[in-house]
């Protein structure tokens, strides 16, 4: 079982980008999945959740800006990043609260990070 993000890049401020996290491993059900982002020199942060019923929470810096989704059929995980700013420049980590699989239980799993850089 494993999480693989992508869709990191540089943007200008104002911009957009959206992250993808697939789940790979012959996967059932994943209860709680997030991103988490880490900027240098900081610590890792919540930027947003979302539950298999679709419930969703969102960090104060984010909200309105941001929307979390998920395909449970292809088990992946999107963020949309809109009116970027440079404070959002961090490493964006995917998470998996719980993920039942066929090889498994697996809890508190972490993809490997996607940088994003906001920056004129």
């Known amino acids: 079982v494993q999480l693989q993000a992508s869709g990191g890049g540089l943007v200008q401020p104002g911009g957009s980008l959206r992250l993808s996290c697939l789940a790979s491993?012959?996967?059932?059900?994943?209860?709680?999945m997030g991103w988490y982002r880490q900027a240098p020199g900081q610590q890792r942060e919540l930027v947003a959740t979302?539950?298999?019923?679709?419930?969703?929470n969102y960090a104060d810096s984010v909200k309105g800006r941001f929307t979390i989704s998920r395909d449970g059929a292809i088990n992946t995980l999107y963020l949309q990043m809109n009116s970027l700013k440079p404070e959002d420049t961090a490493v964006y980590y995917c998470?998996?609260?719980?993920?039942?699989?066929?090889?498994?239980?697996?809890?508190?799993?972490w993809g490997q990070g996607t940088l994003v850089t906001v920056s004129s």
């Open positions: 491993g012959s996967i059932f059900s994943i209860n709680i």
């Open positions: 998470n998996a609260g719980h993920i039942y699989s066929r090889h498994g239980y697996y809890s508190n799993v």
């Open positions: 979302i539950t298999s019923d679709g419930t969703t």
